[in-house]
C-alpha cells in the first residue's frame, strides 16, 4: 500500500505528528525510497551530535594538497576557491543545509580535521537553514587556535548570494562568556529571540558583559527570552563584595528589551536590590510571564531587601506574569493592597506561581506578635478560647488572602532552601521551613476554594 502514498500524503500522515520521535524517522527512511527522500531530511533538520555530522567527512577527504602542520591549501584558485571540493563535502553541506537545530561540540573533531576544514568552509554557506543553536563548551579547541576560528566559520552566513535564515535561539553549556559575545556579532544573530546560557560565571560583572553585548548587538524588538544559570559555586566568594553581589547597574543594559517575556537569573550572585529595584523591573518589562532572581542558597547571606512590596509591583506591571521567583527576606504583609488594574472577564487569570528562595523569610519569623492579656474569671469560656486561632495560623491566612488578591490565579508557593548538598544544611531547621510551607499550602488551597476565582477580585 506504501507505493501508492505520494509524498504529500506521507507529510499530511505521519511527519506532521507533533510528537514524531526521531526514531520513528529513521523507520520511515527504511520502508521505501518515497519515505525515504522524506524522512532523511527531517532526520537531518536536528543534529544532535557534531562528531555524526563530522563522520560524513572521512580522512581521505582532505584536501591532497592541504599541508595541514602550516594551515594552508595550495589547491585554490585566484579567487581563493577550491578547484574541486574534496571527496566527502558535497554530501557534507547537503546533510548541513537540511539543519534546523544543531548541537555543537568542537571537542569531538579531531585537531587535524579543524586544521583542514577551515579554507574549505570559509568559502561556503554551511547552514544557511539554521535556526536555533546549542553550543557544549569552548568555541575552539585550546589545541587548536585558528582565526577565525572553526566554529564562527561554521556558523557565519559567508556567501552574500545564498539566503541564510536567521537564528531565533542561542542556547550554550559550560561556554565562557568570552566565547558568547562573539555569537552575538553575526548578522544572522540579529534578531535573536533567546538566549539561554549556563555556566561557571565568575561574578556578575563577566554577566553585565553579557548583557551589553546583547543590547550592542541583538534588535531590541525581536528578543524575548534571556535565561541565565551559574553553575559555579564558590562559598567565600562574598569577601569581594563589590565584584560579587549584583547590583541594578549589573542588569541596566536589559532594560533596552521592552518585550522580554522571560528573565531568569538563577545563581548567579547575591542580589543588592530593594523593593523599588524590582518595582523598577516590573516597568522596564510589562510583558512578562517568568521572572525569576534567585541568589545561590548555599552561599549564605546577601545583602538586598526583598519584600512582598516587591512581589506587589509585579503583580501591577506584569499582568501575564506566570512565575515568580525572589529573594524574599520579609513576609510581613502591608495591609490589604489597593485595587489592581482591571482585566478583561472573558479571559481567566493566569495560574501563578511564586517561588520564595533563601532561609530569611519565613512565615514563623515574622508573625505579629501577641500580647496576653488575662481575662476575667467570670469572663472565662473555655470552648469560646480554643476557637481562638494561634497567631501563626492568623497570620497564615493573611499572607494567602495578600498573595490571591495580588494574584488570583495564584496555584501554588514553593519555597527553596539548603539541600543536603549545601554547606550549612541543618536537617531540624529545614525539616521545620518545610513543614511551615507545607501547612501553608493547606491555607492558601482552602481558601481558593472558599472564594472561587471570581470572589478573589
Not at 84 to 104: S, Y
Not at 127 to 145: D, I, M, N, Y
Amino acid at each position: 500500500m506504501h507505493e501508492a502514498l505520494h509524498t504529500l500524503d506521507i507529510l499530511n500522515l505521519i511527519l506532521d505528528d507533533a510528537d514524531l520521535q526521531q526514531a520513528d524517522l529513521f523507520h520511515c527512511a527504511l520502508a521505501c525510497s518515497l519515505w525515504r527522500d522524506v524522512a532523511i531530511p527531517k532526520i537531518w533538520e536536528d543534529i544532535r551530535s557534531t562528531d555524526a555530522l563530522f563522520r560524513l567527512l572521512p580522512e581521505e577527504a582532505l584536501d591532497p594538497d592541504y599541508d595541514a602542520a602550516e594551515g594552508l591549501s595550495s589547491a585554490l584558485d585566484r579567487n581563493d576557491h577550491h578547484h574541486v571540493l574534496p571527496t566527502g563535502w558535497d554530501i557534507f553541506c547537503r546533510r548541513a543545509a537540511f539543519a534546523k537545530r544543531l548541537v555543537l561540540d568542537i571537542s569531538v573533531v579531531s585537531s587535524d580535521q579543524q586544521r583542514a576544514f577551515g579554507p574549505v568552509i570559509s568559502r561556503m554557506t554551511t547552514f544557511p537553514s539554521l535556526e536555533r543553536l546549542v553550543l557544549h563548551g569552548l568555541l575552539q579547541s585550546k589545541q587548536v587556535t585558528t582565526a577565525p576560528c572553526l566554529s564562527l566559520l561554521l556558523l557565519d552566513a559567508n556567501n552574500p548570494a545564498r539566503e541564510v535564515a536567521n537564528l531565533k535561539s542561542i542556547e550554550t553549556k559550560q561556554t565562557p562568556v568570552p566565547d558568547i559575545v562573539p555569537l552575538l556579532h553575526l548578522p544572522r544573530a540579529r534578531i535573536l529571540r533567546s538566549i539561554c546560557v549556563t555556566g561557571q560565571i565568575p561574578n556578575p560583572i563577566i554577566l553585565s558583559s553579557l548583557f551589553e553585548a546583547l543590547s550592542s548587538n541583538i534588535d531590541p524588538i525581536t528578543l524575548r527570552e534571556v535565561s541565565v544559570t551559574r553553575t559555579l559555586r564558590a562559598p567565600h566568594l562574598y569577601e569581594l563584595a563589590d565584584s560579587y553581589f549584583l547590583a541594578p547597574a549589573h542588569i541596566l543594559p536589559l532594560a533596552a528589551f521592552r518585550r522580554l517575556t522571560r528573565v531568569e537569573l538563577l545563581g548567579v550572585a547575591g542580589f543588592f536590590m530593594e523593593d523599588a529595584d524590582y518595582a523598577r523591573c516590573a516597568e522596564w518589562w510589562p510583558e512578562l510571564r517568568v521572572f525569576a532572581l534567585e541568589p545561590p542558597v548555599q552561599e549564605g547571606w546577601y545583602p538586598g531587601i526583598c519584600t512582598l512590596r516587591a512581589v506587589e509591583a509585579f503583580a501591577r506591571g506584569c499582568p501575564d506574569l506566570e512565575l515568580l521567583g525572589l529573594p524574599l527576606v520579609s513576609l510581613d504583609v502591608p495591609g490589604d493592597p489597593s485595587p489592581l488594574p482591571l482585566k478583561s472577564s472573558t479571559t481567566p487569570p493566569p495560574d501563578v506561581t511564586i517561588r520564595v528562595v533563601g532561609d530569611c523569610a519565613t512565615i514563623v519569623e515574622v508573625a505579629p506578635p501577641v500580647v496576653e492579656v488575662a481575662p476575667p474569671v467570670t469572663d472565662f469560656v473555655p470552648h469560646e478560647q480554643e476557637q481562638t486561632p494561634h497567631p501563626r495560623t492568623r497570620y497564615g491566612k493573611d499572607l494567602a488572602s495578600y498573595l490571591l488578591k495580588l494574584f488570583p490565579g495564584l496555584d501554588r508557593v514553593i519555597y527553596v532552601g539548603r539541600t543536603p548538598a549545601d554547606a550549612g544544611y541543618n536537617a531540624p531547621v529545614a525539616e521545620g521551613r518545610r513543614s511551615m510551607w507545607e501547612k501553608f499550602d493547606v491555607t492558601l488551597r482552602a481558601m481558593k476554594e472558599e472564594w472561587g476565582v471570581e470572589g478573589v477580585a
